[in-house]
């Protein structure tokens, strides 16, 4: 395994500890937001290909990652797309139920193209792609491999500049109806509270109301037993510039609850250095890693910060070469 690949990973591990102050300002949610959404993802594509550490560091290599993904090359394909010019933004969203999840990205598209490649490939592979007109809207049913067969997911466009996906027919093109109607998105008091705790100008940000599904899961874990009736939400965001800010928070419903989920955190860190150890060459990015983690709490809220410097970025990039 290569250096690069194992300190992604080790830094992946770091991700889990992560939880720090965001700015007051609320992000304002995509209009097709679901009332009864309970995560919000956003991913500002165009700034993170951008960024002048993923053009030194990171650019070719997710096109040669990309290229050797078959599956995901392929739905590419059969789309007409090309991730790394044709989106700037890519929204996730999830309901109370697996089938409330929603895709959305914001672009610019090439229609025309983008029907001519997919109606080539739909008649080379028909069990993989199907299209469909509904009134004046073309759905792609898109079927993968295996057992994503069973699952399909529905594309459309409601412009030029919007593609919806979903796991139905009907709410793909209930969203795409909702697009262009150009309303406010309508949260629930949960999700609103979060998102009231995310900027929005993060190149990735996520905002997480902790439902009773996920609580009645944490209790069969002992530590996260007595916790978890204590958790809100998650919110946190990562910024990549010549550097990188991850940033995150925990809130709670009491100082206590804060208390405890710090407790925790400060037991990972730990552990992340013991993994390290494994890896001579790992173990000082690991250490300048966690170095760098500052866990903090503030009345009901645990804070985070991690900043990966432009140095550091330069020195894992050295020992790669």
């Known amino acids: 395994m290569s250096l690069r690949k194992t300190w992604l990973q080790a830094l992946g591990l770091t991700l889990v500890a992560l939880c720090v102050a965001l700015p007051a300002r609320a992000a304002e949610p995509d209009p097709l937001v679901s009332e009864d959404a309970d995560l919000v993802a956003v991913f500002h594509v165009r700034q ?192 990549v510039t010549d550097a990188v800010n991850l940033t995150f928070r925990v809130h709670t419903t009491d100082a206590k609850g804060a208390a405890q989920v710090k407790t925790v955190l400060n037991q990972v860190k730990p552990l992340l250095a013991v993994v390290a150890q494994s890896n001579e060459q790992l173990a000082p990015l690991v250490n300048d890693l966690l170095d760098n983690i500052k866990i903090t709490t503030q009345k009901t809220t645990v804070s985070v910060t991690l900043e990966i410097s432009k140095e550091m970025i330069e020195k894992a990039a050295k020992m790669e070469k």
Do not use: C
């Open 48 to 239: 993170l290909l951008d960024s002048p550490v993923v053009k030194k560091y990171g650019l070719e290599q997710m096109k040669t990652a990309l290229e050797h993904n078959q599956q995901a090359q392929k739905a590419l394909n059969a789309a007409g797309l090309d991730p790394f010019k044709d989106i700037d933004t890519l929204l996730i969203t999830k309901g109370h139920s697996d089938e409330k999840v929603l895709m959305v990205a914001h672009g610019n598209f090439d229609l025309d193209k983008i029907q001519s490649a997919a109606t080539s490939f739909a008649e080379k592979k028909p069990a993989e792609l199907k299209i469909s007109k509904e009134g004046d809207i073309t759905v792609y049913e898109m079927r993968g491999e295996g057992k994503a067969k069973e699952k399909p997911g529905y594309a459309a466009f409601a412009d030029k500049n919007t593609l919806v996906v979903t796991p139905s027919r009907e709410a793909t093109l209930e969203a795409v109806k909702n697009a262009g109607k150009g309303k406010a998105a309508s949260v629930n008091k949960d999700m609103q509270t979060a998102l009231d705790k995310v900027s929005g100008k993060e190149t990735i940000w996520v905002a997480a109301v902790i439902t009773e599904e996920m609580r009645k899961g944490m209790q069969k874990n002992p530590q996260m037993g007595e916790l978890a009736p204590k958790l809100e939400s998650l919110t946190g965001g990562l910024t």
